[in-house]
């Protein structure tokens, strides 16, 4: 499992679990399959369907506005990382017997496995540190990635506005302010992931 989307201030949060034997690892090794931050979207893409066409899958995408809700009530990122760490796993299990789950570690080991339902608790769960290592989560990376950019679009299509990735690009305030003048913080709300301090900074009056 991997996520995509947790350091952009527009745009979902998307995770996605795919499930590799030993078959499918020599496939998506030789299709050059690897961490989704070391490709370029158009790449992304088309290795998503792919992977897609090859391997039982499940991507989870909180949108903006079901994210906002969402962090209001937990107030805690991790909790909802591992919310849909869990849901992406366990519909991927209801699909395939499984004895071993990977995940990029965020947080506290323990908040992912508190998480997990009922099929989840029964294999073994392994959170490492820049698990995208592994070719099953750099397959996951790229499922949650590809799904973020689509969802991304699509949002900056609603809004006829661009909107950047990250969370450091200076024209994000700008046009944070031109979605704000358009339709008020309800707008932003449906393209943007407001517990940032970006929002604060988007509202404050010049």
């Not at 490492?128 to 949650?144: C, H, Q």
């Not at 305030?173 to 940032?196: C, M, N, P, S, Y």
Request: with cysteine; proline share 2%; aromatic share 6%.
């Amino acid at each position: 499992m991997d996520e995509s989307g947790k350091g952009d201030y527009f745009g979902p949060l998307s995770m996605g679990a795919v499930y590799v034997d030993a078959q499918t690892e020599a496939r998506l090794v030789a299709m050059g399959v690897r961490d989704s931050k070391l490709l370029s979207d158009m790449r992304i893409f088309a290795l998503a369907q792919e992977i897609k066409a090859m391997c039982l899958y499940s991507v989870v995408t909180i949108e903006p506005r079901r994210y906002n809700e969402a962090y209001k009530k937990i107030q805690n990122l991790n909790n909802l990382l591992a919310w849909g760490h869990a849901r992406a796993l366990e519909n991927v299990l209801e699909k395939v017997t499984c004895n071993l789950a990977i995940a990029d570690q965020f947080g506290n080991e323990t908040v992912l496995q508190k998480a997990l339902l009922q099929k989840g608790q029964q294999i073994k769960l392994e959170q490492r540190p820049r698990a995208e290592a592994d070719i099953a989560v750099a397959a996951a990376s790229i499922l949650a990635r590809a799904s973020f950019v689509q969802e991304l679009d699509q949002l900056a299509i609603k809004i006829g506005r661009t909107l950047p990735k990250g969370a450091t690009d200076p024209s994000i305030i700008t046009i944070g302010r031109e979605i704000v003048a358009k339709g008020g913080q309800e707008l932003l709300d449906e393209v943007a992931k407001l517990h940032f301090r970006t929002t604060a900074q988007i509202l404050q009056r010049s």
